[in-house]
């Protein structure tokens, strides 16, 4: 009995780490466009650093995260970019075809 509970106490530790680390690599809070047909969607803490495509038409971005972001008007970030800070809003008829967040 008395060496499971120092097994028990690492493991434990070990989960508090790796979600902990997890969360550290997402830009917290949820990013939010409208897309084709006027349709609203959303994503819960993105992943941070890393450029995503949209796969359909996409504008109006509002950045709800904790972390700024840029959009791009062209796929793989390339094109105009418009940078949003936490909190703000693209015009709502604002289009764009990839976007980062929290970017290097």
């Known amino acids: 009995m008395r060496l499971c509970r120092p097994l028990v106490a690492v493991l434990g530790g070990l989960a508090l780490a790796l979600t902990t680390t997890g969360s550290a690599l997402a830009a917290d809070g949820t990013f939010t466009w409208v897309g084709p047909k006027g349709e609203p969607y959303a994503i819960d803490s993105p992943p941070q650093y890393k450029c995503l495509d949209m796969a359909q038409e996409a504008r109006g971005a509002h950045n709800a995260t904790k972390k700024p972001l840029v959009t791009f008007t062209q796929k793989k970030c390339h094109g105009a ?20 967040f929290n970017p290097r």
């Open 81 to 100: 970019a418009t940078r949003l800070a936490p909190g703000k809003s693209a015009p709502s008829g604002a289009r764009f075809a990839s976007i980062v």
